[in-house]
């Protein structure tokens, strides 16, 4: 085992998923050391054969041979957990079946209580750190591990994924067996193809891999902005490619999602560069709060433009990503930008899916790729259609509480000071109130139902 690998793995388990980041990125680390580190993906010693069949009758309530009629030994295993081929007893399909490691609870905690307290010291002797919240981000890091730990909560998330991908061309998730999964065990259909980490096996196989590099980021993209729900943790450990060309996603421990109006925002930032408008990322970037409002629009406009037009229309092979993102925190510090921690999941993802599509792919042109996901998003999302649909939203809203606007009126006006006499006129007032309430919401249903139509 080589020696990052080796020291990761001693550290613990908090530790061999920031490995496992590391991995996709050998514009940062090198392509010996990202190499070295995909072993974190999936090839880590194993716990034993006899441990995790002890798990699976604790946690199913029946012997292993009620259940499956073939169980081999670890085919993969992480660090959290590994995975055994077996076949369901009463129907003879092939599945996956993750069972979490021994005893990893506690591990993790001894981790995240290490990180909390690495945080508070980085925190108290350095007050320029503050601005990136490292406590936040500890707690927030913690949240999403716990989430990790309950096998249940991961077949739940599989199974919307699913749901919400259903459609995506050339992508499928394995369906989930719930009825045999519990908290630390998890069955899945058996998923048969090529690790995405074995790039060579996939061209061997005649696959086409410029096309898959550029389908993993679209597909990012498409999932992130249009759902709002996506894969979080899209290392090469985690995908696969089927024998028809199809990408197959597993693992779904750590998902994340955003709400519409960040989801409009980035898309706006996007754009904004692919289009070269960097006054208009700025503004966005003031707008959504990202940049403190005291500072000079301008200079911010003239600081991404430093960022953007050195990389852009170039390859993945003609940027140094180090350098970028050495700049970029220099930005970010200048500007007194924040950590926002609820962006924490998708900022990291778009690094890792973009590693995954340079390894793939390495002349790969992120903005050529990005541009027509994050247009056709825009058009849908951002203008007349998206207002229509807010405004249909806000009058839904309005409508259910209708009946009530009178009665809310009236014991908010009675509660200001009013002389008791003026009382029934304040009813009055409140029964007109909600009257023309009624009318704005009907209009505005039947206006954006006649525009939509």
């Given at each position: 085992?080589?020696?990052?690998?080796?020291?990761?793995?001693?550290?613990?388990?908090?530790?061999?998923?920031?490995?496992?980041?590391?991995?996709?990125?050998?514009?940062?680390?090198?392509?010996?050391?990202?190499?070295?580190?995909?072993?974190?993906?999936?090839?880590?010693?194993?716990?034993?054969?006899?441990?995790?069949?002890?798990?699976?009758?604790?946690?199913?309530?029946?012997?292993?041979?009620?259940?499956?009629?073939?169980?081999?030994?670890?085919?993969?295993?992480?660090?959290?957990?590994?995975?055994?081929?077996?076949?369901?007893?009463?129907?003879?399909?092939?599945?996956?079946?993750?069972?979490?490691?021994?005893?990893?609870?506690?591990?993790?905690?001894?981790?995240?209580?290490?990180?909390?307290?690495?945080?508070?010291?980085?925190?108290?002797?350095?007050?320029?750190?503050?601005?990136?919240?490292?406590?936040?981000?500890?707690?927030?890091?913690?949240?999403?591990?716990?989430?990790?730990?309950?096998?249940?909560?991961?077949?739940?998330?599989?199974?919307?994924?699913?749901?919400?991908?259903?459609?995506?061309?050339?992508?499928?998730?394995?369906?989930?067996?719930?009825?045999?999964?519990?908290?630390?065990?998890?069955?899945?259909?058996?998923?048969?193809?090529?690790?995405f980490g074995e790039v060579e096996k996939i061209g061997a196989a005649g696959?086409?891999?410029?096309?898959?590099?550029?389908?993993?980021?679209?597909?990012?993209?498409?999932?992130?902005?249009?759902?709002?729900?996506?894969?979080?943790?899209?290392?090469?450990?985690?995908?696969?490619?089927?024998?028809?060309?199809?990408?197959?996603?597993?693992?779904?421990?750590?998902?994340?999602?955003?709400?519409?109006?960040?989801?409009?925002?980035?898309?706006?930032?996007?754009?904004?560069?692919?289009?070269?408008?960097?006054?208009?990322?700025?503004?966005?970037?003031?707008?959504?709060?990202?940049?403190?409002?005291?500072?000079?629009?301008?200079?911010?406009?003239?600081?991404?433009?430093?960022?953007?037009?050195?990389?852009?229309?170039?390859?993945?092979?003609?940027?140094?990503?180090?350098?970028?993102?050495?700049?970029?925190?220099e930005v970010t510090e200048r500007f007194g930008m924040e950590t926002r921690?609820?962006?924490?999941?998708?900022?990291?993802?778009?690094?890792?899916?973009?590693?995954?599509?340079?390894?793939?792919?390495?002349?790969?042109?992120?903005?050529?790729?990005?541009?027509?996901?994050?247009?056709?998003?825009?058009?849908?999302?951002?203008?007349?259609?998206?207002?229509?649909?807010?405004?249909?939203?806000?009058?839904?809203?309005?409508?259910?509480?209708?009946?009530?606007?009178?009665?809310?009126?009236?014991?908010?006006?009675?509660?200001?000071?009013?002389?008791?006499?003026?009382?029934?006129?304040?009813?009055?007032?409140?029964?007109?109130?909600?009257?023309?309430?009624?009318?704005?919401?009907?209009?505005?249903?039947?206006?954006?139902?006649?525009?939509?139509?």
């Amino acid at each position: 085992m080589p020696p990052a690998v080796r020291a990761l793995t001693a550290l613990g388990p908090a530790y061999i998923k920031f490995g496992q980041v590391l991995s996709t990125r050998p514009d940062v680390v090198g392509d010996e050391l990202a190499l070295q580190l995909r072993v974190l993906q999936d090839r880590l010693p194993p716990f034993s054969t006899e441990q995790a069949i002890a798990t699976v009758e604790a946690e199913l309530g029946a012997p292993l041979d009620a259940v499956f009629s073939e169980f081999s030994d670890p085919v993969a295993a992480a660090s959290i957990a590994q995975v055994h081929k077996a076949k369901l007893k009463d129907t003879g399909q092939e599945v996956a079946v993750k069972i979490l490691r021994p005893n990893i609870e506690k591990a993790f905690r001894k981790d995240i209580d290490a990180f909390y307290f690495a945080a508070s010291i980085v925190e108290l002797i350095s007050p320029a750190s503050r601005r990136l919240h490292p406590t936040e981000v500890i707690k927030h890091f913690d949240s999403v591990v716990k989430g990790e730990l309950d096998l249940r909560l991961e077949a739940a998330a599989a199974g919307e994924y699913a749901a919400k991908t259903v459609k995506d061309a050339g992508f499928s998730v394995p369906h989930t067996y719930f009825f045999h999964s519990a908290k630390r065990v998890m069955t899945m259909e058996w998923a048969e193809g090529i690790a995405f980490g074995e790039v060579e096996k996939i061209g061997a196989a005649g696959h086409d891999r410029k096309a898959l590099g550029q389908r993993v980021l679209q597909l990012f993209l498409r999932q992130a902005l249009n759902d709002g729900y996506f894969h979080a943790d899209m290392h090469q450990g985690n995908l696969k490619v089927s024998a028809s060309g199809e990408i197959i996603a597993y693992d779904f421990g750590i998902m994340g999602r955003i709400d519409e109006y960040t989801r409009r925002v980035y898309a706006e930032i996007l754009i904004g560069f692919i289009r070269k408008d960097y006054r208009r990322v700025a503004e966005v970037h003031f707008e959504a709060g990202y940049v403190p409002a005291d500072r000079d629009i301008d200079e911010f406009a003239q600081a991404l433009r430093a960022v953007g037009e050195p990389i852009f229309g170039m390859n993945a092979t003609q940027i140094s990503m180090a350098h970028l993102l050495a700049y970029l925190f220099e930005v970010t510090e200048r500007f007194g930008m924040e950590t926002r921690t609820e962006l924490i999941l998708l900022q990291r993802t778009m690094v890792v899916v973009e590693g995954v599509a340079r390894t793939m792919y390495p002349e790969i042109n992120i903005w050529q790729v990005a541009q027509p996901v994050v247009e056709d998003y825009i058009k849908e999302n951002v203008g007349p259609k998206a207002l229509i649909r807010d405004l249909i939203s806000t009058a839904q809203v309005l409508g259910r509480f209708g009946p009530k606007l009178p009665h809310l009126m009236e014991v908010a006006l009675n509660q200001s000071v009013t002389p008791k006499d003026t009382i029934p006129a304040t009813r009055k007032l409140a029964n007109l109130g909600g009257f023309i309430a009624g009318v704005v919401v009907t209009g505005v249903v039947v206006f954006a139902w006649a525009v939509l139509a």
